[in-house]
């Protein structure tokens, strides 16, 4: 019988499954890409190892198993772990060092804890986008688009912060119409349809919008800092290329599903499009940490510039 209904296939996970008798423990079984349902198909060049049909108890259990998720939920597991240390270093040592004000704790506070909500929002998603109800793997999945445009947040806020700190005008300008445009995103990520096929293009649009609207303030910013003759712009402006660079290449992969795509079924576990995505992403989160508290130790060491004061 090659087609299993849900319930045959949940039946069979609470069985025991032989093929990883260490690493699988009793109740978690692995299915095909064939085997897995119809809103789990994402990715036909990961040919095996699909965690499905899981009650919640399961799907936390299998975090502990070698699937073809391991690797997404731990890499943002530790990515979480990587900026919540940080944060504590940061409020510990490096802060009190420069001597920072009430204000830099506070963006510094909320650039690292955007991080980490959208490592934890992502390690959600792939800890439990194998539920067996549909529905509640959607929202996971929902929560973690929404997660990703709370990272941008997060790098937005302190770049802008920092960037504009010489000038209240336009850095009041900015964070507005960010924070505008970043809660527009993500209400209409959490909304039923965002998902949808009909979407799809607006879902592009949208990314492609915010990522890009990173380049106005910069442009702006070089303008009133003095142009390429600035020390200060010609040490910032290869920070922004560089995490521009990093995002342009971590959404290639994410889009492109290369590697597997030229070795379908041999990287399941290790080497897939999606775990390199995923170590993009915490790199850029952290070289743009780095970024920042490079600014903000130039903006305590150098005064602000008289004329920019008006
Ligand atoms: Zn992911």
């Known amino acids: 019988m090659p087609q299993k ?23 978690i079984r692995l299915y095909t890409y064939e085997q897995i349902p119809a809103f789990l198909r994402e990715n036909p060049y990961i040919t ?9 108890r399961l ?18 597991l530790l990515g979480f772990l990587l900026f919540f240390c940080l944060g504590v270093y940061n409020m510990a040592s490096v802060l009190p060092a420069v001597g920072a004000s009430r204000e830099d704790y506070v963006i510094y506070g909320i650039g690292l804890f955007c991080f980490q909500v959208c490592m934890l929002c992502s390690v959600g998603y792939h800890m439990f986008c194998c539920h067996r109800s549909e529905k509640t793997s959607r929202r996971w999945m929902a929560l973690d688009y929404a997660g990703v445009s709370i990272g941008v ?19 009041q300008v900015y964070l507005v119409t960010v924070l505008a445009m970043i809660l527009a995103v993500f209400f209409a990520q959490i909304h039923p349809q965002y998902l949808s ?5 607006l879902r592009s649009l949208t990314f492609g919008l915010v990522a890009g609207y990173g380049l106005v303030p910069t442009v702006h ?24 660079l990093i995002a342009a290449l971590a959404l290639v992969f994410y ?40 600014l903000m130790a130039y903006r305590h060491s150098q005064p602000c510039p008289a004329p920019q004061h008006t």
């Open 5 to 27: 209904s849900p319930q045959t296939a949940h039946y069979i996970e609470l069985g025991g499954y032989q093929y990883w008798p260490v690493l699988v423990p009793r109740g």
């Open 48 to 56: 095996d190892g699909y965690r499905a049909y899981l009650p919640s």
């Open 59 to 76: 799907c936390v259990k299998s975090i502990f198993i070698l699937s073809n998720e391991t690797g997404n939920i731990w890499s943002h």
């Open 153 to 171: 947040l997060g790098c937005y806020v302190p770049g802008v912060f920092y960037t504009f700190y010489c000038n209240d005008y336009w850095r």
């Open 197 to 201: 096929t009909a979407w799809k293009r």
């Open 221 to 244: 910013w070089i303008c009133i800092t003095g142009g390429f003759s600035s020390e200060l712009v010609q040490a910032f402006v290869p920070r922004v290329l560089g995490m521009y």
């Open 255 to 294: 889009v492109s599903k290369v590697p597997e795509r030229y070795f379908p079924g041999q990287l399941n576990y290790l080497g897939s499009s999606h775990q390199v995505w995923h170590l993009l992403l915490v790199l850029l989160f952290y070289w743009w940490h780095q970024s920042s508290s490079f």
